[in-house]
């Protein structure tokens, strides 16, 4: 396994952000898709242009990877100016849809929708993002019920979530170590659901545990310390009992902007912490 989580899933491309689902007992990664630029490294993230986004699966971790190709490009969206910035996916009634965050003509994030019949894509934008969106990041969560939800935020620290310490008070925004600040997803294991984001300047990837999927979440622990390069962002999916973190790194070009993505196991010990080391 250690082999797995060194190497990037595809070099081809540079990719980042992987939002990780399993559909039709496959696993389909929905990355963003960096691109060069001669734009400088800035705080509000101009070096990272990207202009459109692909699909890769594989039957499972370790096979072969397949690059599905650009399923949706900037040129096809009405409503975005720039950066379709880090994508998650769902499934309902045999449609997929695609969520992602770009700046619209205003430069203003807001998060739109397309849909397509295969996971793969290729995916058709809607006209309007969705009404009322903003931010970045979005992350969709099908509970076994059958009710879904998006998690997003991100930018100067995220939006409010009710997030608690040890003690049930909330974690303060200058808790640089333990607070949201980007990166929301949603996984639910044993009965409990799990919010995992990562901590901005600090470059943790941390979760909490609660018993609602509206929270609130308990700060669990650390899944991961800072990577190569300036931001973290994941998933975590299950597949064939087996429990897996996706993430990325720059490893592949030093470049904070031109990242790779990798894929490492997870566990849990006895008391539903997560740990990367086999309990």
Not at 16 to 44: K, L, M
Not at 71 to 99: C, H, M, R, T
Not at 173 to 179: E, I, T
Not at 257 to 265: N, T
């Amino acid at each position: 396994m250690a082999s797995t989580s060194l190497q990037p899933l595809v070099k081809e491309i540079f990719t980042a952000d992987p939002s990780a689902h399993v559909f039709n007992g496959r696993i389909y990664v929905y990355p963003s898709h960096d691109i060069p630029t001669p734009i400088q490294d800035n705080d509000n993230g101009d070096q990272y242009a990207m202009a459109d986004y692909h699909v890769l699966s594989m039957d499972s971790v370790g096979s072969p990877v397949t690059d599905h190709g650009v399923v949706l490009s900037l040129e096809q969206i009405p409503w975005a100016s720039k950066q379709l910035w880090a994508p998650d996916a769902a499934e309902k009634n045999g449609k997929f849809y695609l969520f992602f965050p770009a700046r619209d003509k205003e430069g203003v994030f807001r998060i739109g929708v397309a849909v397509g019949d295969k996971p793969e894509g290729p995916f058709t934008p809607e006209k309007e993002p969705i009404e009322g969106s903003y931010s970045i990041d979005p992350a969709s969560f099908v509970d076994e019920d059958g009710e879904a939800y998006l998690y997003f935020g991100g930018i100067w620290g995220g939006q409010y979530l009710a997030l608690l310490d040890e003690a049930g008070k909330p974690l303060d925004s200058s808790d640089h170590d333990r607070r949201f600040f980007e990166a929301a997803w949603m996984h639910k294991y044993n009965g409990k659901y799990y919010f995992s984001y990562s901590t901005g300047d600090t470059h943790y990837l941390c979760y909490a545990i609660g018993d609602s999927p509206l929270g609130p979440f308990t700060y669990g622990g650390r899944i991961l310390e800072p990577v190569e390069g300036w931001t973290t962002h994941h998933s975590i999916v299950e597949h064939e009992g087996r429990w897996w973190l996706f993430h990325h790194d720059t490893s592949l070009s030093g470049k904070n902007h031109l990242r790779c993505v990798k894929v490492r196991e997870i566990f849990y010990d006895a008391t539903g912490k997560i740990t990367v080391t086999e309990p």
